[in-house]
């Protein structure tokens, strides 16, 4: 039985579990198949470059990462930064680091499409000037706020992202989603559908 040795034993175990047992699903994903009422067939470090993910700490608290896959690198939005460590937050991103590339080699489709990535883990950034920061309690709306608006390629957060104005950013971002949820157009009665998910308590 292999063991792994200090800090890194549990990702040697979950690199192992990956191996062996999710190859297929995590292909699906990194071609992103599923989940199919969003599939575009795309693949990370082909077709895709870069991605943006929230992440949650200690179940209080979000974060947004963005990770370019021709960079190598991973940047770390954070709305309350002293919120988290640096010691800390080096162990949250650490998994990021080590699987992002792991996942690219693993899930290739070919050999020559593996061969163009590396084993050796990304590096990562959490810059604070020039990054909105919030009070407790909306972090979750800041970290998409930060992942929409790199996306939409801003060069800087707008001036009008900040916290007198979050009560209007929540209820837009609310608006935004709800009406891209899938099939929400096809229904005729969306009063009954608001009503049936009880959307105002």
């Known amino acids: 039985m292999a063991h792994g040795h200090g800090k890194y ?31 575009t067939n795309k693949t990370w470090g082909v077709d895709i470059d ?4 929230p992440v ?5 608290h979000w974060i947004a990462i963005w990770i ?16 988290i460590s ?4 080096d162990e949250i991103i650490e998994l990021f680091l080590t699987m992002v590339p792991y996942l690219l080699v693993e899930c290739a489709s070919t050999d020559e499409k593996r061969i163009k990535y590396s084993l050796e883990p990304f590096t990562y950034e959490r810059p604070t000037v020039g990054v909105p920061q919030c009070i407790a309690g909306d972090c ?12 939409l390629w801003y060069t800087s957060f707008p ?11 929540r209820e837009k971002m609310a608006h935004d989603i709800f009406h891209e949820t899938p099939g929400f ?17």
């Open 9 to 39: 034993s549990g990702l040697v175990f979950w690199i192992s579990l990956l191996r062996n047992r999710l190859n297929k699903r995590l292909s699906r994903r990194l071609t992103c198949i599923v989940p199919t009422f969003c599939a």
């Open 50 to 53: 870069e991605i943006y993910a």
């Open 56 to 60: 949650n700490f200690q179940n209080d």
């Open 68 to 83: 370019s896959i021709p960079k190598r690198h991973i940047v770390v939005w954070d709305s309350i930064v002293k919120h």
């Open 86 to 89: 640096k010691a800390q937050l």
């Open 140 to 151: 979750g709306v800041y970290a998409l706020k930060y992942m929409e608006c790199h996306a």
């Open 159 to 169: 001036a009008a992202f900040y916290e007198k104005n979050v009560k209007h950013i």
């Open 185 to 201: 157009e096809g229904i005729e009665d969306k009063t009954s559908y608001y009503n049936d998910l009880d959307t105002y308590g």
